[in-house]
């Protein structure tokens, strides 16, 4: 009798990922990891799972819908992690006094959404988030910047621009015209400005948050305050008198400008962008969004900001920090678009290939000096026709084949195919090595 | 009124990597990436939940209760994975035509258990598998050896055992004693060798399996086989003449013991130990355990063998292969114990201190030239009083202190402290890099 068999298929939303993509995806990673730890964040993890309860948080209905919540064998009411920001705030609430502050992590890891799935997004996707906390100082903010900066530079991207702006100035402003109350709907309004444009923002602004004429033309001539760097902050000065939180803002903007000039950060890599605000209440002082120039459509790929308290749901005590997040899968999409991502599937850079199953011992054998030589060599497990094992390095983007039979091995020498030219040369196995690293240098 | 606060905790068998064991477990990953790498073996990944039919596929009851398996929004059925083997077969089933063979992949993530946590065991954990297939060639099996070999070189043990056998030997022998539809239970019992020695083993096989006394004799001399590598092998011929399948699976021991020595594996490294069974009736050539000699009773932390028939739920073409999974966290509790985990917290050598916050934009400056110049740095953040600061380096591991003031600036120079020694040094500007690299080579 025939087995049934199960068709093979991933949920609606989720996906595989091929060698090709992933090897991609690990060198981002890499990346990432590489630039975090070198200005001192530390790795973490926590579980995918926790308790719905601490992933719920104050979380809204929309949150819960978004939410992979399940009761447990156990009984228990548990969910799937939506973001890295919410554990990070449990772990910290839990483990402060072992890790002190300030304390800065990066945490790299997937997240789980039950939202819609639309092109290039995921109901899966791996987040890349660091963060400093346990400090108020300026100098965090600006380092926040610079690893942003120092990320997309170790990525290859040179032509990027990172948009920067401080909470505390429009706060300033909301405070001195008395409506610091309505900020969650006056930042959601705001949020809208590339779409509706300054005109539809005032409209929204008068006619459903309630706010007077004048008040709407000054929140709106904050936010479209124009110029050099130095041109808006003096405006922003005059904006501003009446509020020590505003003039604050000004203050850690221009440290901010000031230490990447003399740090040798490409000024024009930097904008002081009045316009942002990211919606969220949760932030409270610098904002940050970084845009890929040669694809602006994409939005921002890693944005973030400053937080009085990142965990007031678990403890007591405040914790104030700054931070942000890669997009490292809306990344990879725009290098797909950017034709950024190479074709290559293979790993390994040298296939020595199967002429004849008796030597495999000797192909076995020599993978094993050059890979101890430092070559990643991979060796084809089977005497098929030679053509097609060539064809397969090819293929997978071998850069060089290694060929040898009987009359190779009389003569104690190998046959070195350049893949990408097609030549063909014959060497000693003593040179071999040195031969295959000369056409790699090539 | 004062907020109710949410207590922050993980869930039972689930928990925390914090940095110094993070650190720890990414330089794990990151090795047995390198080395799988080196071979040809390239990453893939797959969905962390699937349909539970798929992930059942012909599961026991056992496996369907260790699954945390739910309802999603959708009213899909649906679980976590509880292995990569099982996502990697219906992976190899989809995409096939895509990926060509022979394939090589390697595939590193969590998987979940909902089992009952005890000691060391926990209900998530990563695992680092790797797999070769769409060959039966014997090279396959030989190279999967090489990789568990150099990978626990790299690791950094060299006290370690890596047992093999091959279960075309103990299928030979069932088949010439008519038992081979029994093996499920032989096997079964066999694995429990090491618990109830070869009296306890003979007196299952007879009184619970219900073999003959001679046929389970015949089975513990063939598993009792003792002597050099050459004599066991002997042994197991003169035990096989009856089965061609028996005979070939000595002639690819033979093989894959000839191939190390001319490989230059050495010899006392890698073992013929014909007791070995590995229970699951899936493995049907060469077999492998590793064991780390001096924690013998952890077991073996990096296992696997050759299979004909990987994905056999899902598609009709036979996909034979080899393949071994690392166990990462029995290996990260196996260094704790021998007492290989440093304590170092940080990612980076250099700490700047905030020793005047007037000059935190220097700080900042000089950080990102040692970072430029391959040093990862990191610049304390506040003027927090200088001991303090120094005892925050000290405790995370940092290796070297810099201080700077307004004397120091005024003179151009910086203080260098190592931190390990306790001395200091005052350096121009100009040599600090130097300086500091030599520092950290000493």
């Known amino acids: 009798m025939k087995k049934k068999l199960i068709k093979p298929r991933t949920l609606k939303g989720f996906r595989d990922y091929l060698p090709n993509r992933m090897i991609v995806r690990e060198r981002l990673i890499d990346t990432a990891r590489e630039v975090y730890r070198s200005f001192g964040f530390a790795p973490i993890d926590t579980p995918a799972m926790e308790y719905s309860e601490i992933l719920l948080g104050n979380g809204s209905d929309e949150t819960d819908k978004q939410m992979f919540r399940f009761e447990d064998n156990g009984k228990r009411d548990v969910s799937l992690r939506f973001d890295l920001t919410i554990p990070f705030a449990r772990f910290a609430a839990e483990h402060l006094n072992e890790v002190g502050t300030p304390f800065k992590r990066y945490h790299v890891g997937p997240v789980w959404r039950a939202e819609k799935p639309q092109a290039g997004r995921y109901r899966e996707f791996v987040q890349c988030d660091f963060d400093t906390i346990g400090t108020v100082s300026n100098a965090a903010d600006i380092e926040t910047l610079f690893v942003i900066h120092d990320l997309f530079v170790e990525l290859g991207f040179s032509n990027f621009t ?224 030679l053509g097609k094992q060539l064809g397969y390095a090819s293929n997978k983007g071998f850069r060089v084949a290694l060929i040898a039979g009987d009359n190779e091995f009389e003569s104690g020498s190998w046959q070195i195919k350049d893949l990408a030219k097609g030549e063909q040369q014959t060497v000693s196995e003593y040179e071999l090595i040195c031969q295959v690293r000369e056409l790699l240098e090539e």
Chains 1, 2 share one sequence.
């Open 162 to 385: 990172i948009r920067v702006n401080n909470r505390k100035v429009l706060n300033g402003l909301l405070d001195s015209l008395n409506l610091r109350d309505r900020s969650t709907e006056i930042l959601r309004s705001l949020d809208k400005l590339t779409k509706i444009q300054a005109a539809g923002v005032k409209k929204e602004l008068t006619e459903s948050v309630g706010l007077s004429d004048n008040q709407a033309e000054k929140i709106l001539s904050l936010i479209s305050a124009e110029g050099t760097t130095d041109e808006i902050l003096t405006q922003l000065d005059g904006l501003l008198t009446e509020s020590d939180e505003g003039a604050q803002g000004v203050t850690d903007l221009r440290e901010l400008f000031a230490t990447c000039e003399v740090s040798g950060i490409p000024t024009e890599r930097v904008e002081l962008d009045v316009s942002i605000a990211r919606g969220l209440n949760y932030y409270t002082g610098t904002i940050y969004e970084t845009f890929l120039n040669d694809l602006p459509g994409i939005g921002s790929v890693c944005s973030g900001g400053r937080y009085d308290n990142l965990a007031s749901l678990f403890t007591s005590q405040a914790l104030p920090g700054v931070g942000a997040s890669l997009g490292l899968d809306r990344l990879l999409a725009a290098m797909d678009e950017l034709e950024l991502l190479p074709s290559q599937s293979t790993t390994a850079v040298v296939l020595v290939t199967c002429f004849d199953r008796n030597h495999q011992a000797d192909y076995l054998r020599i993978a094993r000096q050059l890979r101890a030589a430092g070559l990643p060599t991979e060796v084809f497990p089977d005497a098929k026709n």
